[in-house]
Nanobody
Framework: QVQLVESGGGLVQAGGSLRLSCAAS????????MGWFRQAPGKEREFVAA????????YYADSVKGRFTISRDNAKNTVYLQMNSLKPEDTAVYYC?????????????WGQGTQVTVSS
């Protein structure tokens, strides 16, 4: 069983940047496709970005394309989400998740989330 712990959230002004990290323990991340999701108050959780186990394929929601970058370092058992040009509508709790297989599909392993707040 893999355990996921997110970090790097915080308060930032619009236009600023944050880098989220997702550290895994229990099992090596190299077997897992990884994704980032977010949930804003009163809204359903939504997909943000995903990356294949090798890092060779990445996917993004249209709302973050060109601003966010997902990456991974399997040697460090960590996945990252670099968020640039942040907007107030990016405010949410961000979760990382893992699944065995391709990045597109249901995710079975979730972290506890990290809060990102973007002020206008």
């Amino acid at each position: 069983q893999v355990q996921l712990v997110e970090s790097g959230g915080g308060l930032v002004q619009a236009g600023g940047s944050l880098r989220l990290s997702c550290a895994a323990s229990g099992r090596t991340l190299s077997s897992y496709a990884m994704g980032w999701f977010r949930q804003a108050p009163g809204k359903e959780r939504e997909f943000v970005a995903a990356i294949s186990w090798s890092g060779g394929s990445t996917y993004y929601a249209d709302s973050v394309k060109g601003r966010f970058t997902i990456s991974r370092d399997n040697a460090k058992n960590t996945v990252y989400l670099q968020m640039n040009s942040l907007k107030p509508e990016d405010t949410a709790v961000y979760y990382c998740a893992g699944r065995v297989g391709p990045p597109k599909g249901p995710y079975g392993h979730w972290g506890q989330g990290t809060q990102v707040t973007v002020s206008s």
